[in-house]
């Protein structure tokens, strides 16, 4: 399955900047809408947009990969083990 790595980059960004982010502060600065970083974040949708994903990319200075990664499901694990 595909993870967000939203929630380490915000955290990364916060300790080198020395200041706190919220969803909706980062919403707002990059132009998205605060429910849809939650749900990003959090691992709770679909799709992601690549116009979205192009905001992240720009505002983290990161590419794709850096925000999203492959996650094997366990059973997917398991048949690669075999």
Same mark, same amino acid.
């Given at each position: 399955?595909?993870?967000?790595?939203?929630?380490?980059?915000?955290a990364? =960004?916060?300790?080198?900047?020395?200041?706190? %982010? /919220?969803?909706?502060?980062?919403?707002?600065?990059?132009?998205?809408? &605060?429910? /849809?970083?939650?749900?990003? =974040?959090?691992?709770?949708?679909?799709?992601?947009? %690549?116009? /979205?994903l192009?905001?992240?990319? =720009?505002?983290? &200075?990161?590419?794709?990969?850096?925000?999203?990664?492959?996650?094997?499901?366990?059973?997917?694990r398991?048949e690669? =083990?075999?």
């Amino acid at each position: 399955m595909i993870r967000s790595r939203l929630k380490i980059l915000i955290a990364e =960004a916060e300790s080198l900047n020395g200041e706190s %982010f /919220t969803y909706a502060k980062l919403a707002q600065q990059i132009g998205l809408s &605060k429910d /849809t970083l939650n749900r990003l =974040a959090n691992n709770d949708t679909k799709r992601i947009d %690549f116009s /979205t994903l192009s905001q992240l990319c =720009a505002h983290f &200075k990161c590419q794709p990969g850096d925000i999203l990664i492959y996650v094997p499901n366990v059973s997917q694990r398991e048949e690669v =083990a075999s």
